[in-house]
């Protein structure tokens, strides 16, 4: 089993900063792959970006890409994401998922954490 803790999430103002990081506590390996979602009121969960936790690979969706950063601590199992020139769209509960093995590719996660709130003002 693998537990996964968000923390960071909070209010900030239109072309502010947050950094949320993603705790994995448990029986976590070498390989694996760690993502983060968002969910917005009233739409559906959405792909924000992942990473390999063994190469660093990392891949960003169209909305998030240059604003957005995603990283690992591996010392730590700590998966950040940082996120920069933050817009109202961006407003939305972020959740962290994890999956073991190195296939990068998109596939289901098995794990989930339990959600940050992120809230962005104009």
């Known amino acids: 089993q693998v537990q996964l803790g968000e923390s960071g999430g909070g209010l900030a103002q239109a072309g502010g900063s947050l950094r949320l990081p993603c705790a994995a506590l448990?029986?976590?390996?070498?390989?694996?792959?760690m993502g983060w979602f968002r969910q917005a009121p009233g739409k559906e969960r959405e792909f924000v970006a992942r990473?390999?936790?063994?190469?660093?690979?990392?891949y960003y969706a169209d909305s998030v890409k240059g604003r957005f950063t995603i990283s690992r601590d591996n010392a730590k199992n700590t998966v950040y994401l940082q996120m920069n020139s933050l817009k109202p769209e961006d407003t939305a509960v972020y959740y962290c998922a994890y999956r073991q093995g190195p296939f990068f590719g998109t596939q289901r996660y098995d794990y989930w954490g339990q959600g940050t709130q992120v809230t962005v003002s104009s």
């Open positions: 448990g029986r976590t390996f070498s390989t694996y792959i």
């Open positions: 990473i390999s936790g063994s190469t660093g690979l990392t």
